[in-house]
């Protein structure tokens, strides 16, 4: 691949960008390199934990780590679509309506306990998730590229949540899991922030340019004809897992596809092997299946049964052989 922005490159700011996230995020590099791979993706990312698990430091970071424009809403029960997207305010002075865009017009929008607002509210992302556009008073509104959501959210079994519908959780490439850091970890963190936060100190290292030419560059990495079945045969076999309810759509496929890609550049190889997709699979697919309620009670999780399907499906020959 040539070009001023080529894989080599992609690769090279990854690490970069990892490094950088990693001076407030200790322990997790692979929470940290599935983030930025669903970046390059131009995918959606839900971080789902327990409380002071690192998951609003993990997305300030990764905002702070680029010169972009970012907000953070705290979402709340009482927290009003028009409160995330923007209002319509009368200008007496021209005689019109003007709209005064609201928070989730920025290049990174961190959505703080999202579980925590209604699901009215939470609808209000639906359009500007999917299509990268708000529709409101007959105009539609492009969001800023890149754009991306960040959402954190605490166990749906927590007081005071609501379960995130199945359309809403669709909209996310990725959702990952911070979890506890190990016993080294957690010295760390202690040693590094024991004078305040650092991710206030945190200094960019890519620019907003920078970010869309990696993302051109991925949409140019290959992938082969024997791949793009496996992603299929893989799929297709969540839909005939007897403990699920609900198996992978379509749409699962294509993210899939797209995060094995950027995958592939952030390792920086022009073409796509049977590994991006085995290594990213469960973290782009676990949150679109739905169990059904007997192995939910027997303790299966998404995670296991999408590990299941993968080891399920034979491996392209002509692909392991590279």
């Not at 490159?9 to 990892?18: D, S």
């Not at 709209?99 to 209604?118: C, H, M, Q, T």
């Not at 907003?208 to 004809?225: F, H, N, Q, S, T």
Request: aromatic share 4%; hydrophobic share 45%.
């Amino acid at each position: 691949m040539t070009g001023p922005y080529d894989i080599s490159r992609v690769a090279h700011n990854v690490e970069r960008l990892c490094a950088n996230m990693g001076y407030v995020i200790q322990g997790k590099p692979e929470v940290i390199r599935n983030a930025v791979i669903c970046m390059l993706a131009e995918g959606h990312l839900l971080l789902e934990d327990v409380p002071g698990t690192g998951k609003t430091s993990l997305a300030r970071a990764l905002a702070s780590s680029l010169s972009i424009t970012w907000n953070r809403i705290q979402f709340t029960p009482d927290l009003l679509p028009s409160d995330v997207s923007g209002v319509s305010i009368f200008n007496q002075a021209r005689s019109e309506f003007e709209f005064k865009p609201g928070p989730i017009f920025a290049n990174v929008v961190l959505g703080d306990e999202i579980n925590r607002a209604s699901p009215k509210t939470q609808s209000a992302l639906l359009e500007v998730m999917e299509e990268g556009t708000l529709s409101t008073d007959a105009h539609v509104y492009a969001m800023p590229k890149p754009f991306m959501v960040v959402a954190t959210q605490n166990p749906i079994d927590m007081e005071g949540t609501y379960i995130l519908p199945e359309a809403q959780l669709d909209r996310f490439l990725m959702k990952l899991t911070v979890g506890y850091p190990t016993p080294e970890a957690e010295a760390e963190i202690l040693r590094t922030q024991k004078m305040g936060s650092t991710v206030a100190h945190l200094a960019p290292v890519l620019s907003g340019a920078e970010v869309l030419m990696m993302i051109d560059a991925v949409k140019r990495v290959e992938v082969a004809p024997a791949l793009e079945q496996y992603i299929v045969a893989i799929a297709t076999a969540t839909r005939t897992i007897s403990e699920l309810r609900l198996g992978v759509s379509p749409r699962g496929s294509l993210a899939l596809l797209r995060a094995a890609r950027a995958a592939a550049a952030a390792a920086g190889r022009p073409f796509v092997v049977p590994e991006d997709v085995k290594n990213i699979a469960a973290v782009v697919l676990s949150h679109r299946v739905i169990l059904q309620p007997d192995a939910e009670l027997q303790g299966r999780t998404g995670v296991e049964l999408i590990g299941r399907a993968v080891h399920s499906v034979a491996v392209p020959r002509a692909m392991a052989a590279n």
